[in-house]
């Protein structure tokens, strides 16, 4: 057990006692009194919809955590990532291309693509969503969010492999009411919300309810002096409900979310600086250091030009056009990035830009319901809308030295202002040429503009009969319209000054283009569920569902894909891929419930479920480069068999509440995905998943809750190898990594034939200064070249899946006469040490950490007013959740997504 642990331990120790002791202190020092208002505290009933019908949580078959409006607050879960400080086996990450990685059991988004799906489900209202924005705002005026654990290949369906999480909005009621809550907090933030209902007569009622959100940042740019990672949001939501009679109900309700900030999609990038530029960054560990820009391909451009123009005649052999070279343009010049600096915290960085995001989301559905006795019709329609833009530093630090290479002095130093390109998405470098120099700018901008519709209706019988069932059709039609660039110095720079001396070289867009104006889908499906009461205690189900999903892409990259002079709107920009495939398969569940009769209420239950998740296309790649051959246009759909059996228990006069889930997966084609040559390119993989979910709840005694889970997860792969992209040699000394100057790729060549190679030129001579060559050129003269060693990956773990984890919290309520209460609560979580990576390198693990959370909260014994003290991440941890590699043409640096730092504020609030 490392320091760190062992730290964690005590900590989780010595928090246990101070729970402990305040408990036991608050039960020696209370005595309920006769006219108390406050009777003997049982375990709440929780409703849950996790079968498509209201039940009672401890019947369903399923493993679900499910959170009323009123224990969000009460275990401050604001969001979707305090869900995983709650749940078992659940995690979340904020991923790079402004996304998010919601997993159950090991299950979430592990495949990259502007047509991929998640594996686990996000519903609003029962409505699915493909692209939602529902992490990024607060929960708000919440019915319930229920999580649903493990394939759901029935009710749920489509592409729920992992798991579906459905917020169930609240909807308006037939009395009068409303509330407001004020909140200021450090990092100056202020947050208000509020709702109210009105009753419209007898069978109409409206409810409006919103949020708003603004706070500094929690990260510091020392270079522009500003706070980053700031808020500025709000979310607004109206609903209308129609129930002319106790069978109809009609609801029609629209949210939309808007946000105008400087969110920061990454926490802090890092990198062990390479001396040798070879790869940038060295993958032995992280650290707070700057890439090598030598190893990046704006760097080899702007240190290597000339010898690219070696190419124009076939033979780098140190001419060009028959021409000798001079000597001086084969030196290597300076990595721009010495002395650029990079704080030695997560948050703090010393950076070119401040990050926008503007984002804005409207969401509607309109539900129907009518109970004909032994029946109910539901009909639920939806329509989304979603767009934001992102904008962020790409290397998040800002140039220690002006370009001082051969592509400088050769070209006549530095390129007036006037001769700079201003059409070019980066602009005019004004400001930026400085001592015969170009000091390099780098950012990246990531934008969606999405929408779709979706159709349900379901029919679900009560005979009085052994036997029930569920019928339901479902509709879904999306498009996608995202695009990626970055957009760098370097490469405006090699773009501008070279043009007039490479006509047969392409030298536009000098920025790179991920471009994908729409990526479509159509999905339908039929699915249904019967049930046979074999006894009054024995429940038989047997579900299943068809999906039929078409898919659909018109997508391209660009990087310098245009020849000189030909203009930018020009047809010749290289063509857009226009493709169709589809994707059709039966999925469903088996299995039983019992109730033998154990204690108040119990629930065993056993089932076989199967789950599927679509493929997709593969993001546009550039065919020229050897790295690509053998990659599909189209990665497989992935499968999961999925075996469980859970046993949920009321007992003690409904004082504790235990349920106990054990599963184990076969998964088939398992998507996940690394970064190649500019490019995600998604892989199937194998994997068994195995574990164990223990949740409980316990009221010894009057006032006093306690609530705890744990989990266990095993994760293996199976059979697998595949080349790691932070080091293609895969470690082995008899291959060297070698930096191709031709496209910034990496290669290796077997270490024994690098004299040969250096002597014909293909890997430049050692006095040069590293590894820097010609992959294809030594490839086409038989020189032992690839691309990689591939890894064995048999065995390893999947990304994010902690082995060990648990949660315990307690809260005690204290009466202070009959007018007032006053609630303590605490809130514990640890999680095992992970991997960011399926590579499971050192450098991928990520330490084992922890949270404390506390509140305190003075109410009127009515409930009409509080006032609430509380405090997150108590100890101001840096939690790291999640990281991205990115490929070598860029240097092989590291983002990491953290949890907040700690965040403590003060809550007013009024209910009439």
Not at 84 to 96: A, C
Not at 481 to 492: A, I
Not at 522 to 542: P, Q, R
């Amino acid at each position: 057990m490392s320091s760190g642990d062992h730290i964690r331990v005590r900590r989780a120790a010595a928090l246990a006692f101070a729970i402990a002791s305040t408990l036991a202190g608050a039960r020696a020092g209370h005595a309920q009194t006769p006219n108390s208002t406050k009777d003997t505290q049982v375990i709440d009933v929780v409703i849950v919809t996790a079968q498509r019908r209201e039940e009672n949580l401890i019947d369903v078959p399923i493993a679900v955590a499910a959170f009323s409006g009123e224990a969000l607050e009460r275990r401050q879960i604001d969001q979707a990532t305090d869900l995983q400080l709650n749940v078992p086996n659940v995690s979340f990450t904020k991923t790079n291309f402004t996304g998010s990685n919601f997993q159950i059991r090991g299950i979430g988004v592990s495949s990259v693509a502007a047509s991929g799906d998640s594996g686990v489900e996000q519903h609003f209202n029962s409505m699915p969503v493909k692209n939602p924005r529902l992490f990024e705002t607060e929960y708000f005026d919440v019915q319930r969010v229920e999580v649903l654990r493990g394939p759901q290949g029935t009710l749920y369906g489509r592409n729920a492999t992992g798991g579906a999480v459905n917020v169930i909005a609240r909807k308006p009621e037939k009395d009068f009411a409303g509330n407001v809550e004020l909140e200021a907090g450090n990092y100056n933030a202020l947050k208000a919300k509020g709702m109210v209902n009105i009753p419209l007569g007898d069978t109409v009622a409206a409810r409006f309810a919103g949020i708003t959100y603004t706070r500094d940042g929690f990260t510091e740019n020392l270079a522009t002096g500003n706070d980053i990672d700031d808020r500025d949001q709000w979310s607004a939501r109206g609903a209308l409900r129609f129930t002319p009679n106790e069978a109809t109900d009609l609801t029609l309700m629209i949210n939309h979310y808007k946000e105008d900030s400087h969110r920061s999609r990454v926490t802090k990038q890092m990198c062990h600086h390479d001396p040798a530029g070879a790869l940038g960054c060295l993958p032995d560990k992280l650290a707070f250091e700057a890439g090598n820009m030598r190893g990046t391909l704006g760097g080899i451009l702007g240190e290597w030009g000339p010898l690219l123009l070696d190419l124009g005649d076939g033979t780098p052999d140190g001419t060009f056009a028959g021409f000798p070279l001079p000597p001086a343009l084969i030196n290597t010049g300076t990595d721009v990035n010495t002395g650029s600096p990079v704080p030695a915290d997560l948050h703090k960085t010393f950076a070119e830009y401040d990050p926008t995001y503007h984002a804005d989301e409207t969401i509607g559905t309109l539900e129907f319901s009518y109970d004909f006795g032994p029946a109910t019709l539901t009909m639920i329609g939806g329509y989304q809308e979603t767009t934001f833009k992102s904008q962020t530093d790409y290397n998040w630090t800002i140039a220690g030295l002006p370009y001082n290479g051969p592509a400088v002095p050769a070209f006549g130093g530095s390129i007036p202002i006037s001769e700079i390109d201003s059409s070019t998405l980066l602009g005019s470098l004004a400001g930026h040429v400085r001592d015969g120099g170009v000091f390099s700018r780098n950012y990246d901008q990531s934008d969606q503009d999405a929408h779709q519709y979706s159709a349900e209706v379901r029919l679900s019988t009560e005979f009085e009969g052994p036997w029930n069932f569920q019928f339901g059709l479902f509709y879904l039609d999306s498009h996608d319209d995202t695009n990626y660039y970055v957009v760098t110095s370097e490469l405006d720079y090699w773009a501008q000054v070279t043009a007039p001396f490479t006509p047969f070289l392409n030298s536009a867009p000098p920025y790179y283009i991920n471009a994908t104006p729409d990526a479509s889908l159509k999905s339908s499906a039929a699915f249904g569920e019967v049930y046979w009461d074999a006894t009054d205690k024995l429940k038989w189900t047997l579900g299943l569902r068809y999906t039929h999903d078409e898919k659909g892409v018109k997508d391209r990259q660009m990087l310098f894909s245009v020849p000189v002079g030909v203009p930018p709107s020009s047809t010749q920009f290289n063509d857009f891929r226009v493709d169709e495939t589809t994707f059709n398969e039966f999925t469903g569940r088996f299995g039983l419930d019992f109730k033998p009769g154990w204690f108040d209420d119990s629930t065993l239950y056993a089932f076989f479920s199967r789950g599927y998740k679509a493929g997709g296309f593969n993001p546009p790649l550039d065919r020229s480069l050897p790295q690509f051959a053998g990659t599909p246009e189209v990665y497989d759909p992935e499968f999961v068999n999925s075996f469980e059996v859970g046993s949920k228990n009321l007992l003690a006069g409904g004082r504790v509440q235990a349920n106990l889930t054990a599963f184990y997966y076969q998964y088939d084609a398992l998507q996940v995905s690394k970064i190649v040559a500019r490019t995600s390119v998604n892989e199937n993989v194998d994997a068994d998943i195995y574990g164990l979910e223990g949740e409980f709840v316990f009221s010894p005694v009057n006032d006093l809750l306690i609530d705890a889970n744990f989990a266990y997860l095993k994760t293996k792969i199976k059979d697998f190898s595949s080349i790691d992209p932070r080091d293609p040699s895969n470690g082995d000394p008899a291959w060297t990594n070698i930096k191709d100057i031709s496209d910034g790729s990496n290669c290796v060549l077997a270490t024994a034939a690098l004299p040969t190679a250096r002597q014909f030129g293909l890997v430049l001579p050692a006095a040069v200064g590293g590894p820097f060559g010609f992959c294809g050129a030594m490839a086409e003269n038989g020189l032992p070249v690839q691309d990689g060693i591939a890894a064995n990956l048999d065995g390893k773990s999947l990304q994010g899946t902690p082995e060990w984890s648990f949660k315990v919290g307690a809260q005690y309520t204290f009466h202070l006469g009959s007018s007032m209460n006053l609630t303590a609560r605490a809130d514990y979580y640890w999680r095992d040490q992970f991997y960011a990576r399926i590579f499971n390198r050192p450098i991928d693990k990520i330490d084992a950490w922890d949270v404390v959370n506390a509140q305190v909260e003075l109410s009127s014994a009515s409930n009409s007013w509080f006032v609430r003290g509380y405090v997150n991440n108590a100890m101001d941890d840096d939690n790291i959740t999640g990281m991205y590699v990115t490929d070598a043409s860029s240097g092989l640096f590291t983002n990491v997504f953290a949890l907040d730092p700690r965040t403590y504020g003060l809550v007013l609030g009024f209910r009439f």
